[in-house]
């Protein structure tokens, strides 16, 4: 039975992941804010939204927007409903649970079922099919997009009715992965001080007791300082944290290594020199100190 595909968010990961719902065999209709995005996947066979209320009259659509304003602008209430009810939408954005929460209410009241399905892994991940995605939501709606999302991933991972855990699930990842960023500044600073070659640490490391793509990805961006062009920008690693404090403070949960990691990040920025960079780039203003 053929369906309708929307798509709403063109960046780097979104490309990569419409591209891949594109072999699906079903119509892909694309929106984006700046239409230029869309070009190659038009030229590709997908249909060119002029709304995003067109996208999202898809049966089963999909966003991968920025952050919360941005999910929350373009998953208003007129452009969920302006296609009927019946409809699910797959929201794949590092969003906040409060946010979700907001959105699948939106959406219910639209008579729309909502999944959250953020992603682990980089846009050329994306683009192999290889993305761990984590699920939430009605089971009714996950067992119909089940499909589709299995074209952009190695394992779907489930992780309850309520989209907000998904979203939870994910930040804590990025948390991880803020620390793991750190970590690994202060153990190549350490051993730089002492004559040895960071590339060396980053093999031990990756050989042994920390294999991993994390480690061995941002290690070696780390070691020879591969930061450009950036896979994931600077601004949305402090995006990231603040979601993180957002979530603790939900339930008073105290993060002492947060104010560490946000005065890196903040440094960061502040540095032109860093700023435009990826995320792992924040690891210079600990080699620098």
């Not at 919360?68 to 929201?91: C, F, K, P, W, Y």
């Not at 502040?270 to 780039?281: G, I, M, T, V």
């Amino acid at each position: 039975m053929s369906i309708t595909v929307g798509f709403l968010g063109l960046g780097s990961m979104g490309s990569a992941i419409a591209t891949r719902l594109m072999a699906s065999g079903h119509p892909v209709t694309v929106w984006n804010r700046s239409s230029a995005a869309a070009e190659q996947l038009v030229a590709a066979g997908a249909i060119l939204a002029a709304t995003p209320a067109e996208a999202l009259s898809a049966d089963i659509s999909f966003s991968m927007l920025a952050d919360d304003a941005a999910a929350e602008t373009v998953l208003s209430a007129d452009n969920l409903g302006a296609g009927g009810a019946g409809r699910i939408h797959v929201n794949m954005a590092s969003i906040s649970t409060s946010a979700a929460e907001r959105l699948e209410g939106v959406a219910r009241a639209a008579g729309v079922e909502y999944v959250a399905s953020p992603v682990l892994g980089r846009p050329a991940v994306a683009a192999e099919g290889k993305l761990n995605i984590l699920v939430a939501g009605p089971d009714s709606a996950v067992e119909l997009v089940e499909p589709l999302l299995a074209l952009c991933s190695v394992r779907r991972w489930r992780f309850g009715d309520e989209p907000r855990q998904a979203n939870a699930v994910k930040i804590a990842m990025n948390f991880t992965i803020l620390h793991a960023l750190q970590a690994m500044a202060e153990s190549i600073t350490l051993v730089e001080a002492h004559g040895v070659d960071a590339a060396d640490l980053i093999e031990l490391m990756t050989s042994t007791l920390f294999p991993g793509a994390i480690y061995s990805g941002y290690g070696g961006m780390i070691a020879e300082r591969r930061y450009s062009p950036p896979g994931f920008g600077m601004p949305l690693g402090l995006k990231d944290l603040g979601l993180a404090e957002a979530l603790a403070a939900e339930f008073g949960i105290e993060l002492p290594s947060a104010p560490v990691l946000r005065e890196r990040f903040t440094t960061a920025l502040a540095d032109p020199s860093l700023a435009e960079l990826d995320w792992s780039a924040v690891a210079e203003v600990t080699r620098r100190r």
